[in-house]
């Protein structure tokens, strides 16, 4: 099915720095969402954004929805070790079509 | 305030052994509800969704069937598990532009 091209796949960082991911799409999207997915758990909306070119925070989190309609970012700063999972951006094509990046993997260096 | 409850936490099934895992929304009617599957580490896997009952959706030709015998209801099974079935399901619910997940549940065929 089609899915939304999200990047990096995986980031190795150290506690404290900043994380940077984000999602394209060739389709344009009324609504980007992103999560955060604990080992064993369901995902969690962090942040959900609405209009092109809103940016939103989250404490240390945020996003911005772009202003073609096809991307958006999510920053973490001053990272820390709970910040550790995998973190997806989704968006509605319709008002029950829901498409999903693959995952980004977020690895805090020891 | 709504909720979403999916069960078993986990589950391990012999091969040839049928599968009934079920989920449940409370504090919202008529949702959009979905059943996607997670491989360990890796993206969701849209399996169905239903956008009411008796409405069933697939996405994915696969050893699994779906059923919504009551609105909040949605009900995900296999006649005979296959070992590829194995994996992480999860149940979500969409409302008003935003995406709410159940805990999941592990599922192991040996």
């Known amino acids: 099915g089609q899915q939304l091209n999200q990047s990096p796949q995986s980031m190795f960082i150290q506690e404290g720095e900043d994380v940077s991911m984000n999602c394209t799409s060739s389709?344009?999207?009324?609504?980007w969402l992103w999560y955060k997915q604990d080992p064993g758990e369901g995902p969690v909306l962090l942040i959900a954004l609405y209009k092109a070119g809103e940016l939103t925070s989250n404490g240390r989190l945020t996003a911005q929805f772009g202003i073609t309609r096809k991307d958006s970012f999510l920053n973490i700063s001053a990272s820390i070790p709970s910040d550790v999972g995998i973190y997806f951006c989704a968006g509605f094509l319709s008002n029950y079509q829901l498409i999903w990046g693959a995952g980004t993997k977020l690895i805090i260096k020891p | 305030s709504q909720t979403i409850h999916q069960w078993p936490a986990t589950l391990v099934q012999p091969v040839g052994s049928p599968l009934s895992l079920e989920c449940t929304v409370e504090g919202t009617s008529n949702p959009n509800l979905y059943w996607y599957r997670q491989a360990a580490g890796r993206g969701l896997q849209l399996l169905f969704y239903?956008?009411?009952?008796?409405?069933i959706s697939s996405e994915v030709p696969q050893n699994l069937s779906a059923s919504r015998p009551q609105d909040r209801q949605f009900i995900l099974s296999s006649k005979k598990l296959l070992l590829s079935d194995s994996g992480f399901y999860l149940c979500?619910?969409?409302?008003?532009?935003?995406?709410?997940f159940g805990q999941g549940t592990r599922l192991t065929v040996v």
């Open positions: 389709s344009i999207f009324n609504t």
């Open positions: 239903s956008v009411g009952i008796g409405q």
């Open positions: 979500a619910w969409t409302s008003q532009g935003k995406a709410f």
